[in-house]
């Protein structure tokens, strides 16, 4: 997955890539692998490198323990959290930080250190956040941005206990970034609002911090913009909380011990859709900070795409509901005409970026590469597909190892239920 940065640096983001549609056959609803036509009958297994990585779909994962729910429920929240480019088109270059919120520490990255001890002090249980801006050619230029989250709590008093006291601490404390202004915004007497401008290289900017409390949880909106375009960051942050009110009120969470009678409430599958177990599993346990080991639907992917309208828009229309992010990524769309526009659609959008055609795993023809030198090294990736199915790897400066992740992921889509719901 190609990487993108921002303040701080680089948050793992979703790859397009090319794919090759197969097709399937039914056989009494048993689980069937797609045939993949012309090109699956040119597939050499026996010459295919697949190094160390597993070549049969992982056992399923079943229910979230005690040591995954957090992270579990914060990639879930992801689908219910609103993406940037939904408050305003513009809004298209991911940046850090887009993550799950995995305590209430982390708000330290999205706010400041005394809004995670806040957050942490109130019980906060998890969150998601995502960022972005508008795209400029140079990081001097002028530009918009937004920092949107959701975190929850264990009711609507920590949340709003705790919108309170960050408020409190943005617009009386000086922690170097100077003090917020506090300000009413008539259309939203339920924000906690302050604002602060600052000069930067590219000129004079107005930032706003919002905080909405919102049931159990607490709604943080970020958005800056140059002193000129003021009026934006007031609209942006009214946008954002039109949008995410109603979306997080659709979010099924998992109770919690209190509001489920005293009584610790089924906890939800880490697999949803049964597709992270055709991922390839990451072989570090904290590569992407709780954001990987994962199943999203379309919006999740597009936080973490760089290009997030076309990301939800292809997988949206091409009901890819259920994705795996894991080592390698894998998406599962309604049939096989589906995952052929996803590869026409994110191919196109890759070589309009500059990506050149590679050559293929030996053995599998049926995989598709593409590569780019960047400032970061060499970006290779490589697509392969299966009836539904399309499986994804990248890698910086190890084209070999593209190679053989890719072929192993061909032999696990092999086996894959082209049948799933």
Not at 32 to 58: E, H, K, N
């Amino acid at each position: 997955m190609r990487t993108t940065t921002w303040m701080p640096r680089a948050a793992a983001v979703l790859c397009a890539g090319v794919l090759l549609a197969g097709c399937s056959n039914d056989t009494d609803g048993e689980p069937v692998a797609g045939s993949g036509g012309d090109s699956a009958a040119a597939v050499d297994p026996a010459a295919l490198d697949t190094g160390s990585y597993p070549t049969s779909p992982a056992a399923e994962y079943g229910r979230a323990t005690d040591e995954t729910i957090v992270e579990v429920e914060g990639q879930r929240l992801a689908e219910f959290t609103v993406v940037p480019f939904e408050i305003d088109p513009e809004l298209t270059s991911g940046k850090m930080p887009t993550m799950v919120l995995r305590s209430g520490k982390n708000v330290g990255v999205v706010i400041n250190n005394a809004a995670g001890d806040i957050a942490s002090n109130h019980k906060m249980l998890y969150g998601y956040a995502t960022t972005a801006e508008t795209p400029v050619p140079m990081v001097t230029d002028p530009s918009r941005s937004i920092v949107h989250s959701v975190m929850r709590f264990n009711n609507p008093e920590d949340a709003a206990a705790a919108a309170r006291e960050i408020h409190t601490n943005l617009t009386t404390v000086d922690d170097g970034a100077g003090i917020d202004t506090p300000q009413n915004i008539d259309v939203l007497p339920n924000t906690l609002v302050s604002t602060s401008e600052h000069q930067f290289k590219a000129g004079p900017e107005v930032s706003v911090n919002a905080l909405t409390p919102h049931g159990d949880y607490l709604i943080y909106t970020y958005a800056k913009a140059p002193v000129a375009q003021k009026d934006w960051t007031a609209k942006t942050v009214a946008k954002a909380l039109n949008l995410q009110g109603p979306l997080i009120d659709r979010f099924p969470a998992q109770p919690t011990t209190e509001q489920n009678g005293g009584k610790r409430a089924e906890r939800p599958m880490m697999d949803q859709g049964k597709v992270l177990i055709y991922a390839i599993p990451e072989e570090d346990a904290n590569a992407q900070v709780g954001n990987d080991m994962a199943a999203y639907g379309p919006r999740g992917m597009a936080h973490r795409s760089t290009n997030p309208p076309l990301t939800y828009r292809v997988l949206s229309e091409t009901g890819s509901e259920h994705n795996a992010v894991y080592k390698t990524t894998v998406y599962r769309a309604t049939d096989d005409d589906g995952a052929q526009r996803i590869v026409d659609e994110f191919l196109n959008d890759l070589t309009s970026q500059g990506y050149a055609e590679a050559p293929s795993p030996q053995g599998l023809p049926a995989a598709k590469c593409v590569t780019k030198d960047t400032s970061n090294g060499t970006s290779d990736y490589c697509m392969v597909a299966n009836g539904r199915y399309a499986g994804e790897a990248q890698a910086l400066d190890n084209k070999k190892d593209v190679d053989q992740q890719i072929s192993a992921q061909y032999l696990i889509l092999e086996q894959a239920d082209q049948n799933a719901e």
